[in-house]
């Protein structure tokens, strides 16, 4: 029921590329999620967040879509860049505990 | 300015041994968390804060002590450290919209 899982656990696009990450959840009760970016030797930061009462969140270069009936969101990543490579993290809240995805390992190559 | 901050950043320990991870925040948030990072895991919650002195267990408390001595202060303590507690420690504080700000880790290894 606290599962969110992420696919695909790495991702290789070419640069200018539009990325896609994959996050499903289990928890109907999950309202807010957001995603985080991590690059090696440092901490996660957010990145993009969504509610769930909203179906898609535009940020820059960054679009969550949201599917609340079939529980799965996606990151978009678009014109991607060299700079993007990056661990990104799913996660998904109701309370006062945030659950996060395994991540994915995304590297754009020029 | 980092406005969460670990200490040590690294720290090598002896297998039955004491480790503290320290937390320190300048959120003025009052939510703190102690996650940590293995490689295929992602991040797991150990423990959290929602007020000084006092700390809930997380998902994975087990062989792990939290203390919140004050609200910008947050601790973890393994009491007797284990090989399987390598790993990269986290420590967010969380905002009002419930965003998490992250520190930048502790690495511990234990031998």
């Known amino acids: 029921q606290q599962q969110v899982r992420q696919s695909p656990q790495s991702l290789t696009v070419w640069e200018g590329e539009t990325a896609i990450l994959n996050c499903s959840y289990e928890?109907?009760?999950?309202?807010?999620f957001p995603w985080y970016q991590q690059f090696p030797g440092e901490g996660p930061a957010l990145l993009i967040s969504i509610l769930s009462v909203s179906n898609k969140k535009e940020d820059g270069r960054f679009t969550i879509f949201f599917n609340k009936r079939e529980k799965k969101l996606s990151l978009h990543i678009a014109d991607s860049q060299p700079g993007d490579s990056a661990t990104y993290f799913c996660?998904?809240?109701?309370?006062?505990?945030?659950?996060f995805g395994t991540g994915t390992r995304l590297q754009v190559s020029p | 300015e980092a406005a969460v901050t670990q200490s040590p950043r690294s720290k090598v320990a002896v297998t039955g041994g004491k480790v503290t991870l320290s937390c320190h925040q300048t959120n003025n948030h009052d939510y703190m968390y102690w996650y940590r990072q293995d490689t295929g895991h992602g991040l797991r919650l150990i423990h959290y804060s929602y007020v000084a002195d006092s700390t809930e267990k997380g998902d994975i408390p087990d062989g792990y002590k939290a203390s919140r001595p004050s609200q910008e202060n947050f601790s973890l303590i393994l009491e007797l450290a284990s090989l399987s507690q390598t790993a990269v420690y986290f420590c967010a504080s969380r905002g009002d919209r419930y965003e998490q700000y992250f520190g930048p880790g502790t690495r511990l290894t234990v031998l």
């Open positions: 928890n109907s009760a999950f309202d807010y």
């Open positions: 996660a998904a809240s109701a309370t006062d505990k945030v659950v």
